[in-house]
């Protein structure tokens, strides 16, 4: 079936940069709904930046000026360019798709999240994540 894979990860300094990517297969990102999510320190699974199916970005507030999400569709990918890296953004990254609800946060963990999606449809296509160190 579909399948998401991040890489990009890694650790870096307070104010470096990683980009995030997430490439397809199976699946095409173009018209879809897309977006990059984290854990938050309770159970909400964070949508921290996304494309909504008609192009129109979405950046939560923490991270507007810092992050950008794009898509290409030559190369069937989606990134996250995540600049200015603080201490609070370290977490495991999420790359999704497909949602029949659009982008959004959810009330559980992402890990669950990413669980359910394969077996269940309503939460569309997730990755396993890639995990974002920061640290001096």
């Known amino acids: 079936g579909p399948q998401l894979v991040e890489s990009g990860g890694g650790s870096v300094p307070p104010g470096g940069s990683l980009r995030l990517s997430c490439r397809a297969s199976g699946y095409t990102f173009e018209g879809s709904n897309m977006g990059w999510y984290r854990q938050t320190t309770g159970v909400e699974c964070e949508l921290v930046a996304g494309?909504?199916?008609?192009?129109?970005?979405y950046y939560a507030d923490s991270v507007k000026g810092r992050f950008t999400i794009s898509h290409d569709k030559s190369e069937n990918a989606m990134y996250l360019d995540m600049n200015n890296l603080k201490t609070e953004d370290a977490n495991v990254y999420y790359c999704a798709s497909g949602d029949p609800q659009s982008v959004r946060s959810y009330a559980v963990q992402c890990r669950l999240v990413a669980h359910m999606s394969q077996t269940r449809n309503d939460y569309g296509y997730w990755g396993r994540g890639t995990q974002v160190a920061v640290a001096p």
């Open positions: 494309i909504l199916s008609d192009g129109t970005p």
